[in-house]
Each structure stands twice: as C-alpha cells, then as structure tokens.
C-alpha cells in the first residue's frame, strides 16, 4: 500500500510522530531498499550504502555487537545526520532478546526545559566535538562542532537533537563551566533514561521502522543468538523534499520557498 498510494501518510506519519512502521513488508533487503529508495537515495557512507549485517563486528561499532545501546543518535560525527534511519530485522536464530526503544528527543528537551532553563541553555549554546575513529583508516568528524540542541534562526525552534555518548569527543567550553556542562548533559540523560520516556518493542520481520534521526533516539536491549538486520540512511533534505510533493499542493510547495 505504501509503494502504491500510501508514500505521502508515511511520511506525514514520521513528520508528525517522529517514526512510523511499515508492516507487512516482504522480509528481504531487496524489498526494503525498494521502499526506501522510493523516498529517496540511500546516503552512502564509511559503513556503505544499504547495509545488510549481522553482529560480527565487521565494523567497528557498537551496533555490530549484541550489547545493550542506550537511546542515541546516529551519524553525529557527520556535518549533517541522516535525516531518516531505517531498520529491519529480517531473522533472528538460536536467541532471544534484543528489544528495540524510541525516546522523542523534543519531548525530552521540552521536559529539560521545565526543568532547568540554564541547563538547557548550556546544551544549546556550547558545541560538542564527536568522531567516528574505529574503523582502519577512518577519522570522521564534523566540519565544526555542533551542539546538543540545535535552534532554528528565523523561529528559534527546536530543529535537530544530537545525542550519543559513544561517539561524544571533546566539549568546546572552558574549564570554568566544563561542570555546568556535564552537570546539564546529565540531567538530559536522566530524562531520555527515564523509562516512563521510553517506548519499547520487538522489530520482526515484516515489520519495517522508519523514524527521524533528528528527533528521535533510538536504543536496544541486550541480546543473544544471531540477528540479521538490514536498512539505510536517507538525507534530511531528500526526506523532507519528498514529504512536500507528496502532502501539499504545488501553491504550497511553492510558497515554502518564501517561508520556509
């Protein structure tokens, strides 16, 4: 139903609630890089483009091992994230566990927020260093520093969350507030930790989830046995081009390019 006339709601879905599964899809990477490349092209990077992987350590990162992941970010370490992640888990044998976790990333700032107005401040106005360095003859990392929270100009809302512990470089304060930092940064993970903030489930085969890496964190529990996962990276820009032609009117379309 997406691949024939339900492109656009998927894309709202994930517009207005930060994810969205596809169920029913056929559990193989050619059908899921089918659908996804029907948003847009698939974002190549040092892992590959559509990847397709089991827990072998391959590469070197935490998601080719069968640790437990807190609720993160992916691509941090680049200028510009993905805009959406796609994951589908097309087998798992001889094991169990392994259950998946969203946290919506602007709720939880929004929460910080109430909270402690100056703790979000810190996180939205000092900028993190990361780095992806793993891997032989890698060293990724962004153009500048970026911080925790990003603002729009023009409106001043919340545009993109970066989030990941494991990737996390230096922080781009002085040693006068360097505390203030880490005291506000523990304060955000307190609450994207908090279970209450937390929406868990098992991925199976057949079931696609798509959800927006600007928003939304992603985590999984521990788990045993061999899991075959498969999925890709699509361009915030691409994402959000699609999600224009496919929900509004060529009127409209065109007067974003005035507002925005």
């Not at 990333?105 to 810190?122: I, N, P, S, T, V």
């Not at 991925?203 to 959800?211: A, C, T, V």
């Amino acid at each position: 139903m997406v691949m024939s006339q339900g492109l656009g709601e998927l894309l709202r879905k994930i517009r207005e609630y930060g994810f969205c599964f596809v169920e029913g899809i056929e559990p193989t990477p050619e059908a899921t890089e089918t659908l996804l490349q029907a948003i847009g092209p698939i974002r190549n990077t040092h892992y590959g483009g559509f990847y397709d992987f089991t827990s072998d350590l391959s590469s070197k990162d935490t998601a080719y091992t069968s640790e437990s992941l807190e609720p993160h970010t992916d691509n941090t370490y680049f200028t510009e994230p993905a805009g959406l992640q796609a994951l589908h888990m097309l087998s798992h044998t001889d094991g169990s566990g392994g259950e998946s976790s969203l946290v919506d990333g602007f709720g939880a700032a929004a929460k910080l927020f109430e909270q402690d107005r100056r703790a979000y401040r810190l996180l939205t106005t000092i900028t993190v260093n990361a780095h992806a360095s793993g891997n032989d003859g890698i060293s990724v990392q962004p153009s500048e520093p970026m911080p925790v929270l990003s603002h729009d100009t023009h409106y001043s809302h919340l545009l993109q969350v970066r989030w990941n512990n494991a990737d996390r470089a230096g922080v781009g304060c002085s040693h006068r507030i360097m505390d203030d930092w880490y005291d506000a940064a523990a304060k955000f993970d307190a609450i994207l930790s908090d279970l209450q903030n937390q929406y868990w489930f098992q991925l199976k085969p057949g079931k696609l989830l798509i959800f927006d890496n600007w928003r939304v964190l992603h985590g999984r529990a521990a788990f045993t046995g061999k899991r075959r996962m498969c999925g890709g990276y699509i361009p915030r820009d691409d994402f959000i081009s699609k999600f224009k032609v496919t929900n509004m009117t060529p009127e409209g379309i065109s007067s974003t390019t005035l507002t925005g």
